[in-house]
């Protein structure tokens, strides 16, 4: 059993830049593909980015690429996303999932393949 909990978002202006963290209980976050998603008010749960259990392999959704890093820390069990250049269609809230794994080059983009998730924390960028 894996415990999330998100934490960082806010409100800011477009252009501006926010950092998620994603802090894990429970289990060591080492043995995990971690995902980062979002979901807008209306619309479904889309991807924004993963990252292997190691952290060397990162994948991130076309909308993000280039603005967005994920990164993880496994030694104390978080998962951060650095955002930037933020757009208004960037507002959501956002999930930071867990899947376990025994691969160490794994990553996911289909919420489907996440067992964990925290409660969300909300992103508001104005324009």
Not at 38 to 53: D, L, N, Y
């Amino acid at each position: 059993q894996v415990r999330l909990v998100e934490s960082g978002g806010g409100l800011v202006q477009a252009g501006g830049s926010l950092r998620l963290s994603c802090a894990a209980s429970g289990r060591t976050v080492s043995d995990y593909v971690m995902g980062w998603f979002r979901q807008a008010p209306g619309k479904e749960r889309e991807f924004v980015a993963a990252i292997s259990r190691s952290g060397t392999i990162t994948n991130y959704a076309d909308s993000v690429k280039g603005r967005f890093t994920m990164s993880r820390d496994n030694a104390k069990n978080t998962v951060s996303l650095q955002m930037t250049s933020l757009k208004p269609e960037d507002t959501a809230v956002y999930y930071c999932g867990a899947r376990y794994t025994d691969l160490d080059y794994e990553v996911r983009r289909n919420s489907y393949d996440y067992s964990y998730w925290g409660q969300g924390t909300q992103v508001t960028v104005s324009s």
